[in-house]
């Protein structure tokens, strides 16, 4: 029988070490880390006993390790997402669902996209105020809640729908209300209109309370529709009822091989022994989709402001890089931004073998190793004056997918990473030219936990002027592209910046 062999870690009661995690979860770590070096093992509410790590030898090959050795971690999120989704599924079906939901997100589709998104960006943006101080992370959530949507139920239907019934003010009973009546019992303008508007009303809410929860120990028996829980489960029972129309609906649509929305795109994708997703499954990672799209990038894009207001060089540089048509340090402050401001705490793996050897450790089956984000960003020895908030070290240097985490790792690597940085790309670049941002010297936003992720304590305030038209950049007739020929929008997308390439874990998501 092989021995265990785990690091020391701090010996309070772990009700103690709980409540620390909970109610200090980035302030700790540091502490800790000085205390028992970079790995030592704490007690976490719902994950137990747990071996954290920060050392990018270690992270990588906990992340290399393949399924029949380690598995995935996240008990309540795989509860909240549902049986169906990314969260839940182990083994070959993670591995097969994966394999159908990645096409959407990835190469030429995204060029579609940029669209949908400076689109949502001007809309939300229109309505900014001038010359005083607001939270940004609302106005993100909306800009990404919307993109998202259409994306997954597609731009013309959403955008339709919200065009016609997304006016402000109104509630969502009297937007769908009024949609019936414009479009009577049946339709499309109906389904979108009612449909797409419900979604708008429940879906921040229903994120809100699903991140809150998931850090949460499950209650040991069911306390009604009063409790936290109870009323997720009504959110949830909402959701599915909405959702499985717009299945329905987009099913029995005549030109549905023509869509290519992801709704469309999973309603016809097969697995490799001809089978069909079931609507459960479709709605489940239909939620994981709009749940993890949604969010985070919008808590990153309150964090960029927040950033950029407290760094003028920066912020001036990038003025006129987007003056002039450039894309390269508007990635790298991106990157950068996830670097220092990581709004995910970890990303965790449980051990399934009988044992698994991670460096210097040996790891017992039912044992959670969690990766420690906010430690390797902010190693020394990994990113040199790791405190400052500097995007050109990742001017022309791809980063380690080991070392750089935001977005987890291996076959566990969040599968929208690269549309997350392309809408946050769209974003910056369309707010940075309609909008002079005010520099502050005020502190630093402090962090705040929504659950799941960590947010501005603020909001990410800003102060804005609008800006004059820029000249457009001239383009030479060399530069000129052919007639009809493929190539990515304009600010590189989907290439150009060494730190927006595809990983190999995005080029081959199904293989540890």
């Not at 995935?72 to 997402?81: A, F, Q, S, T």
Request: with cysteine; glycine share 8%.
């Amino acid at each position: 029988m092989t021995t265990a062999t785990l690091p020391p870690g701090p010996t309070a009661p772990p009700f103690l070490q709980g409540v620390y995690a909970l109610t200090r979860p980035l302030r700790g770590l540091p502490r800790l880390r000085a205390k028992y070096g970079d790995a030592f093992t704490v007690h976490l509410p719902i994950f137990g006993r747990v071996l954290v790590i920060s050392d990018p030898v270690e992270i990588k090959q906990l992340f290399l390790s393949g399924s029949e050795l380690v598995e995935n971690v996240e008990p309540n999120l795989g509860r909240l997402l549902g049986p169906g989704s990314f969260f839940a599924l182990t083994g070959d079906e993670h591995r097969a669902q994966r394999k159908l939901l990645v096409p959407p997100f990835h190469g030429r589709r995204l060029k579609a996209y940029e669209r949908i998104i400076e689109e949502e960006t001007e809309r939300e943006l229109a309505g900014w105020p001038e010359g005083r101080e607001f939270a940004t992370l609302p106005s993100m959530m909306r800009i990404t809640l919307n993109a998202i949507l259409r994306a997954v139920f597609g731009a013309e239907r959403a955008g339709r729908a919200r065009a016609q019934f997304g006016a402000r003010g109104e509630s969502s009973a009297e937007r769908a209300g009024r949609a019936r009546a414009q479009f009577g019992a049946c339709g499309e303008g109906s389904a979108a209109g009612a449909e797409f508007d419900e979604l708008r009303d429940l879906l921040p809410r229903m994120v809100t309370y699903a991140s809150r929860l998931a850090v949460l120990p499950l209650p040991p028996r069911d306390l009604g529709r009063w409790s936290p829980w109870g009323r997720f489960l009504e959110m949830r029972r909402r959701y599915d009822d909405i959702i499985s129309r717009l299945i329905d609906t987009a099913d029995h649509d005549p030109r549905l091989d023509d869509r290519n929305d992801v709704l469309a795109l999973l309603l016809q994708s097969r697995y490799e022994d001809g089978s069909r997703m079931s609507h459960s499954d479709i709605a489940d990672q239909l939620l994981t989709l709009l749940a993890a799209g949604h969010e985070t990038t919008a808590t990153t894009m309150a964090w960029a402001v927040e950033r950029l207001r407290r760094h003028p060089s920066v912020l001036a540089e990038l003025v006129d890089e987007v003056d002039a048509g450039g894309h390269a340090l508007r990635e790298a402050t991106i990157l950068e931004v996830q670097r220092t401001r990581p709004v995910i705490d970890g990303v965790g793996r449980q051990v399934k073998a009988d044992h698994l050897r991670i460096g210097r450790w040996t790891v017992p089956r039912g044992y959670n190793i969690v990766v420690a984000i906010s430690l390797v960003h902010e190693d020394e020895a990994v990113f040199p004056d790791a405190k400052a908030f500097d995007p050109g070290r990742f001017v022309d240097a791809k980063p380690d997918l080991y070392q750089w985490i935001p977005f987890g790792g291996g076959t566990r690597r969040c599968i929208g990473a690269a549309f997350a940085n392309m809408e946050m790309n769209v974003v910056l670049r369309t707010l940075l030219r309609d909008f002079r941002l005010l520099p502050t010297d005020a502190p630093d936003e402090r962090w705040r936990s929504r659950g799941v992720a960590n947010a501005p304590a603020k909001g990410g305030l800003i102060a804005v002027r609008r800006r004059s038209a820029p000249p457009v950049p001239a383009v030479s007739q060399a530069q000129q592209p052919p007639v009809g020929a493929v190539h990515p929008p304009a600010g590189g997308l989907t290439g150009g910046a060494p730190g927006f390439v595809e990983s190999p874990d995005d080029q081959h998501p199904v293989h540890p």
